[in-house]
């Protein structure tokens, strides 16, 4: 080895003064040492590097002898300190003669440095922050011992690469495997990027798939530079290249051949091949490899013999057999033909998106379909494209507004594009082609719509809503056709976000859900300033309309990715979930709240639909317990849908102090109540108001409305109903009663 043979011979007693200090360091640390004698110290001038050798001998009796890799107990090494490499600056050089060829976790030799063993998995960078002279000794050690073991490499480890990365990429698609119909290859000859490519104007590369017989799990090997080193390489492992590459240009050129001067001038060989474990056991799934070879197909022909100018068309190559030629083809010139080696990147599918993301792919293996892809549904979106979370279709007729950029995964150029069309695309554009698209529908959500998007709703598995319509929840929940449904949604000002979760049977759905949230909202310490009214905005076009909220994008992303991780494990369980999410904005926290939800309830009276829970009917039951023997009552907070001809019930209030309560009558009073329904519209961002009374019977005595109870009720009607509103009376005895009017 160069760098031995032209090396400086050091005595012991100069050491100290021409080594640098951090080898006469490690020459101290070997002499405390019993596995390392040594014997020499040498110094090697070379242009860019001074290297400082040292060459010792490793005794490690733990070593068996005569093991079946061939690693003797007594091993002769060069350690190498070589200043200013941006990597370790100790290499350690087997030097024995016959040191075993096919050793896994050897360094491929580079410039005047011999191959070296691979010591660590983890980069330099990250080694130097504990490494000692001591415990690099031990490596030492643990190595040749591990080696001596065929135990360095455990099959549970993924295999070594047959070669070492190159800057070129060969991106495969997620269809190769069944398809096998590429032809053509793009290569982007600034980013050295290759991607297959059939289409005409793209295609600049000829592309050729070997299918070699297996190999054997070898060490890493030196990149071959030209087609014969790569054919001895195979035939270390105990396969070939050569003639599959002869058969595969055969297979290419057709009766008229191929022009001397090609359009396209470079190919690129793609190997594909099954290999043995370090157990000997074969493997099912392929590896792959390629090469870069800068000649056109028929030169290539032409140069391993299996193609020919003909005498009588000196512009094309042709098979030799159609020229009457006696077989020429041989592999004298397999050193005259470049190659050069190309990373084969695996397709990016969404089950390695899930794996990358540590979400099992079980998880994720599920059909959703995102109703509004606005600021958080996008988010939303690239979140679960890059988590690999799910296949989606994407619903949304609204279009991207110029305002809409700052928030938004659009750019500039993207203004007047239909917001599902355009998150669909830029999804479908973190995947290889050939993964299932995502899908959209630039229309506003209808069970219509799903009906003609899917002929079954069993083939969806979720609905995610992010819409921001409480319309739109509400026509979810009265579909009983459709799946599992949830709701997201920001406050107003981006500090604090909302989780609706429907149960699995949906028993619990997102209307009755709002219902538990407009209830949390007033009566919660966290609900207090959670909506607001009188809030910052800002004017973004002409029509009186255009006003838009002042949202940060760095608020939209923190709160759609901790909306998206709290779906994701609430998903997991049967049960149907409320939860709040609130930011401090002084300290960055964010605060998770978690509403309990009772058993819903709903009756039908006038052909109105009236919603409510367990947590209404205990509450008027316990009021009326605590009142008896005398009747008291109180208010009915909540609200009114007129589409859906709907009551939802939120609150009761107690009976005011000013009431007036006996065991044969109540009359409620109205002390306090207008601070208090001022408070519940405040809060509940004007959702809430009064919807009507309630008021209890004494014992023995029905729920039946008396003709004083019809006369208030007629009373208060013609208030509501002014306002085209109904009135809501409620009476508890031993049952309940409604009454609307």
């Known amino acids: 080895m160069m760098i031995f043979e032209n090396s400086r011979i050091i005595s012991p007693e100069n050491r100290l003064s021409e080594h640098s200090q951090e080898v006469n360091n490690l020459i101290f640390a070997i002499g405390e040492r019993k596995e390392f004698c040594l014997h020499e110290s040498r110094i090697f001038h070379s242009p860019d ?57 050897m360094n491929f030799s580079f410039g005047i440095i011999p191959k070296t063993i691979c010591m660590y998995l983890e980069s330099w960078a990250e080694v130097e922050r504990n490494w000692t002279l001591q415990n690099f000794l031990n490596r030492i050690c643990w190595w040749f011992l591990k080696t001596s073991e065929d135990s360095l490499h455990s099959n549970e480890q993924e295999l070594e690469r047959p070669y070492f990365i190159s800057d070129y990429k060969l991106l495969l698609p997620t269809s190769y495997e069944e398809e096998k119909s590429f032809d053509f290859a793009y290569l982007d000859n600034t980013t050295k990027v290759i991607k297959f490519s059939n289409s005409y104007p793209d295609r600049n590369c000829s592309f050729l798939t ?27 492992r105990s396969s070939s290249v050569i003639d599959i590459l002869k058969e595969e240009i055969l297979k290419r050129t057709s009766s ?23 157990s000997g056991n074969l493997l099912e799934k392929p590896d792959f490899f390629a090469f870069f070879i800068p000649k056109g197909i028929g030169a290539l022909g032409h140069l391993l013999g299996i193609l020919s100018i003909s005498p009588v068309d000196p512009n094309k190559y042709y098979k030799i057999d159609l020229l009457g030629i006696e077989e020429t083809s041989s592999n004298d010139h397999l050193s005259d033909i470049p190659i050069l080696p190309v990373e084969i990147v695996n397709p990016l599918t969404q089950k390695f998106a899930s794996l990358m993301s540590g979400i099992e792919f079980t998880d994720a293996s599920f059909n ?30 609204d279009c991207i507004a110029p305002h809409n950029v700052f928030r938004h995964l659009a750019k500039e150029k993207d203004i007047g594009r239909n917001k599902a069309e355009l998150v669909s695309e830029l999804m479908n554009l973190n995947y290889s082609p050939g993964n299932p698209p995502v899908t959209y529908t630039p229309k506003n959500f209808s069970p219509t719509i799903l009906s003609e998007l899917f002929s079954d709703y069993k083939s969806i598995d979720l609905i995610v809503d992010a819409s921001a319509s409480s319309f739109l929840l509400r026509d979810i929940s009265m579909s009983n056709e459709l ?54 905005k800002q004017r973004v076009g002409a029509s009186c ?39 401090d904005a002084e300290t960055g ?42 009747e008291t009552g109180g208010i009915i907070i909540g609200y009114t849908d007129q589409k859906t001809k709907s009551i939802y019930i939120v609150d009761i209030t107690k009976a005011p102090g000013d009431s007036i309560s006996s065991i044969s009558g109540f009359e409620r009073g109205s002390e306090g109540l207008a601070e208090y329904l001022e408070k519940v519209k405040k809060r509940t961002s004007e959702n809430c108001d009064y919807i009507g009374d309630w008021h209890s019977h004494p014992k023995g005595h029905s729920s039946e409305a008396s003709q004083t109870d019809l006369t208030s009720l007629n009373k208060f009607a013609k208030v509501m109903n002014s306002e085209g509103l109904p009135i ?14």
Not at 601 to 619: C, H, Q, R
Not at 728 to 741: G, N
């Open 210 to 236: 070997l299918d070699v017989k297996p190999i054997k799990h070898t060490r890493v090997f030196p990149a071959p530079w030209n087609l014969k080193l790569l054919e001895e390489q195979f035939q270390k």
């Open 728 to 741: 809501l009376m409620i009476i508890v005895s031993e049952d309940i009663s409604f009454y609307i009017k």
């Open 589 to 630: 926290r964010i605060d998770n709240y978690e509403v309990e939800l009772f058993s819903p309830k709903s009756i039908v009276i006038n052909d109105w639909n009236i919603f409510y829970d367990g947590f209404i009917e205990s509450k008027l039951n316990r009021l009326r317990a605590t009142s008896l023997p005398k």
């Open 483 to 536: 799946p599992r449904a949830c709701s997201l949604f920001f406050n107003q000002i981006g500090s604090g976000g909302v989780l609706f979760l429907e149960d699995s049977e949906r028993s619990k759905r997102l209307d009755f859900i709002e219902t538990s949230y407009l209830r949390a909202l007033i009566s919660e310490e966290w609900g207090e300033n959670f909506l607001q009214n009188n809030i910052p």
């Open 545 to 583: 309309s255009d006003l838009s909220v002042i949202l940060s994008y760095e608020r939209v992303i923190l709160l759609s990715s901790s909306l998206s991780n709290l779906l994701r494990l609430k998903l997991k369980s049967k049960y149907a979930a409320l939860c709040i999410l609130k930011l």
């Open 256 to 278: 008229s051949g191929f022009p001397v001067r090609e359009i396209i001038e470079q190919t690129f060989i793609l190997l594909k091949f099954k290999r043995y474990d370090s």
């Open 49 to 105: 590097n001074l290297i400082e050798i040292l060459l010792v001998d490793l005794k490690h009796p733990s070593i068996k002898s005569k093991n079946s890799v061939g690693i003797l107990n007594r091993e002769p090494l060069a350690i190498l300190y070589i200043n200013g490499l941006p990597e370790h600056p100790f290499r350690v050089v087997p030097i024995r003669e016959n040191f075993p060829e096919d050793i896994l976790h």
């Open 368 to 397: 959703g379909v995102l109703i509004g892809v606005g600021s958080l549904g996008s988010t939303l979106a690239e979140i679960w494209s890059k988590s690999g979370w799910g296949r989606w279709s994407l619903l949304d007729n």
